[in-house]
């Protein structure tokens, strides 16, 4: 349980190797012939010399020590981990897409351009948006375009605003973009019913509001059935409402922003749409709009004309250009293929399934956790471990113990306005069983509570690294060894 193993480079020993290809007549041909000089090495990379036997055990290993999703549930509120289905992955690694150069001339790309246009023409029609940009490379980017588009919009039209309103249940990346923008960011409050509270926005909205990001439905998993109401207050002083629809789970295929009076959104291709996240792993987060901001998008944007499909660049009131080439194109092809694969119905069925499971888990929970804001739970909820913590077990302490039973734990302490939250997105993927499986565990820590503290206090006890001083663990990274 407890060997150390060394990092792989640690396991290099001079010559040893997987297998070698005999060099043939390569020997006699000089590289300096054909690649400039100033590209060419000066020295050997550092590589690790290793049999290729010690490479597949020393990753095997390393892919057991993470949660994954493909390993077990993963509960994560708002960042949506559900199952990657494998086609989105076997059509993706097609040397047609895999192997394709952004610099290739266009006519030997047309495939690729044709499926990115497909792409935004789908997220148009699911958003009821006239026009998106397929660049940005996660919701976080997204946020910062939408906001450069707002600014864009505001200094055509003369006018002096600098001030974004967001409630206080947003996500953190919204406050960021805010500011990273240069803008100012005003709170608004919630209600009793976990919505924006319209009198207190009415009090703060005034002339100098550019805009307002809104999470819909919030971060709570409740729908803001006031939308039209708050997109009249911000449009009537000439402000954009922005829509952070990271997670579109619950409305997939049943409502458009666009009808709700959203004038720009980013979408998280890699929430809702599939595709591997978590771990730095590539992302995608397109923009998309209505007529109020479409010119001003990043370039290029892709073309249809006369059987061919081209990338032209708009000089004039474009925001610029904000990823290299087009995006990450392998994402976009996962969530093309994820899309086509489900077709219009299965794509319903994501949004029923994703608020059914939810609404499922949370009954399964209320006797004992309490649950603040109930009413309307969509596609997750938030629970509140106040109950428990009152007894001696706080959230991160029912997180911990999640994860000897061989779970992910739940998002913890986010949202902000409620004490202990835990929040929880089933997905729509999982089964009943496994859902029962989960609301039974949460409901045997909260058991455990009176007769067993000092063990839940110092979970987990099953896993790979015990209880870390998370900040330590950040700022003072230690891989050289792991245990096996
Ligand atoms: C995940 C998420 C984001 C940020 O998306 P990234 O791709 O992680 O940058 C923003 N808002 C909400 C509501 C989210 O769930």
Do not use: W
Not at 382 to 409: E, W
């Amino acid at each position: 349980m407890n060997r150390l193993t060394p990092l792989i480079f640690k396991q290099s020993k001079s010559g040893r190797n997987g297998y070698k290809i005999d060099d043939g007549d390569t020997k006699n041909i000089s590289f300096e012939k054909f690649i400039n000089k100033k590209l060419l090495r000066k020295n050997f990379p550092q590589l690790p010399e290793v049999t290729e036997f010690q490479v597949v055990r020393h990753f095997t290993n390393l892919s057991t020590k993470n949660h994954h999703v493909d390993k077990d549930f993963y509960p994560l509120g708002s960042c949506t981990m559900k199952y990657n289905p494998k086609i989105n992955d076997a059509i993706a690694i097609l040397d047609g897409f895999a192997m394709i150069h952004p610099n290739q001339p266009i006519e030997t790309v047309q495939g690729a351009l044709e499926i990115m246009y497909e792409l935004e023409k789908i997220l148009c029609e699911l958003t009821g948006m006239e026009k998106a940009t397929l660049q940005p490379s996660a919701g976080s980017q997204g946020e910062m375009v939408g906001l450069l588009l707002m600014k864009k919009y505001h200094e055509i039209h003369n006018n002096k605003k600098d001030v974004i309103i967001i409630p206080e249940t947003a996500h953190g990346t919204n406050p960021a973009s805010v500011i990273m923008t240069g803008f100012k960011v005003k709170q608004v409050k919630s209600d009793k019913r976990g919505r924006v509270d319209i009198k207190h926005l009415k009090t703060i909205v005034d002339d100098r509001v550019a805009g307002m990001m809104l999470t819909q439905p919030n971060t709570l998993g409740l729908f803001e059935d006031k939308i039209e109401k708050i997109s009249k207050i911000i449009h009537d002083v000439d402000g954009l409402m922005y829509m952070d629809g990271a997670n579109l789970n619950a409305l997939v295929g049943i409502a458009k922003p666009s009808l709700m009076g959203f004038d720009i959104m980013h979408i998280n291709l890699h929430k809702t749409f599939s595709t591997p996240h978590g771990g730095g792993g590539p992302g995608s987060g397109p923009v998309a709009v209505n007529s109020k901001v479409a010119d001003f998008l990043p370039n290029p944007t892709i073309e249809y004309h006369n059987g061919k499909y081209s990338l032209e660049m708009h000089a004039k009131n474009t925001i610029g250009k904000v990823h290299s080439f087009f995006g990450n194109f392998g994402i976009l092809v996962r969530a093309y293929v994820y899309i086509l694969s489900l077709g219009n119905k299965g794509l319903k069925d994501v949004a029923t399934y994703a608020v059914l499971n939810a609404n499922y888990l949370k009954f399964l929970l209320q006797d004992k956790y309490d649950i603040p804001f109930s009413d309307g739970t969509l596609h997750e909820f938030v629970i509140s471990a106040i109950k428990q913590k009152n007894r001696g077990i706080k959230a991160i302490d029912i997180g911990k113990s999640l994860l000897d039973y061989g779970f992910h734990a739940p998002t913890v302490y986010f949202p902000i306005n409620i004490p202990e939250s835990i929040m929880i997105e089933p997905t729509e993927t999982e089964t009943k069983e496994t859902l029962e499986d989960f609301a039974n565990v949460l409901c045997q820590i909260d058991d455990k509570i009176d007769n067993e503290q000092e063990y839940l206090k110092n979970a987990p006890y099953h896993t790979p690294v015990r209880r870390l001083d998370e900040t330590k663990a950040n700022r003072e990274l230690d891989i050289n060894y792991y245990e096996t």
